[in-house]
């Protein structure tokens, strides 16, 4: 089975300043995706950039961009220019190309603070 | 642009009680899913649901559940007899298909008594 790890609970970032949040993820498979998901309080979760495994370009949206190292498993997302807008709860996720079904898995999640 | 929507944004119960949790997906999106988050505890997959039928469901979707689509357009998850350690908050999810983006509704938070 798949798992996704998320070892930072809590990260603070002054406005417009960059900020990376880490995630480590554990498979078998060689294709797949990877999301990063934003929560914020209002609670619904909104997708912020995907990641195919046979793409060896990092994708970037706007202000976001990952670095998406295969080999080590890892998935950082960075917020460039952060807004207070930015402010919530980060989620990583996994869905596997491989296996039959579409289910995220998800790691613990990351706590943003914007600081003005 | 439309949304997934989620009735009752809370729903307190008593412990044993049923209770069903409504979705209205997106009206082009044929794939849904339920997923939970327990307070402080990842968001885990329950079940994916496609052309009336289930798709995949989780160690976590017991006999205790289960899903439908009654009228065409509500997607709803029935908890038969609830247990306290059901509180929590349970989310829809939409796609168009299997590799497509899934959207999510606002959740219902669900407490049990």
């Known amino acids: 089975a798949q798992t996704v790890t998320q070892s930072q609970p809590e990260m603070s970032v002054q406005e417009a300043e960059t900020v990376t949040l880490s995630c480590t993820y554990d498979t078998s498979e060689s294709d797949y995706y990877l999301f990063w998901y934003k929560q914020p309080p209002s609670r619904q979760m909104i997708l912020v950039i995907r990641?195919?495994?046979?793409?060896?370009q990092n994708a970037t949206e706007n202000r976001f961009s990952v670095n998406f190292q295969k080999a080590a498993k890892s998935f950082s997302l960075k917020i460039s220019d952060s807004q207070l807008g930015d402010a919530a709860m980060y989620f990583c996720?996994?869905?596997?190309?491989?296996?039959?079904?579409?289910?995220?898995?998800f790691g613990e999640g990351t706590q943003l603070t914007v600081n003005p | 642009e439309p949304e997934v929507t989620q009735t009752p944004s809370h729903q307190v119960t008593q412990m044993g009680q049923e209770v069903i949790l409504r979705c209205v997906p997106i009206?082009?999106?044929?794939?849904f899913y339920w997923y939970r988050q327990i307070l402080g505890q990842k968001v885990e997959f329950l079940v994916s649901?496609?052309?009336?039928?289930?798709?995949?469901k989780s160690e976590i979707f017991d006999d205790q559940f289960s899903v439908e689509r009654p009228d065409g357009s509500n997607f709803t998850l029935k908890i038969r007899s609830t247990k306290l350690e059901d509180s929590a908050m349970y989310f829809c999810a939409a796609s168009r298909g299997t590799y497509n983006e899934q959207f999510f509704g606002p959740g219902t938070r669900l407490t049990v008594l």
């Open positions: 996720a996994y869905r596997s190309v491989e296996t039959s079904g579409s289910r995220l898995t």
């Open positions: 009206s082009n999106h044929l794939y």
């Open positions: 649901f496609y052309n009336n039928e289930i798709s995949e």
């Open positions: 990641q195919e495994a046979y793409k060896q």
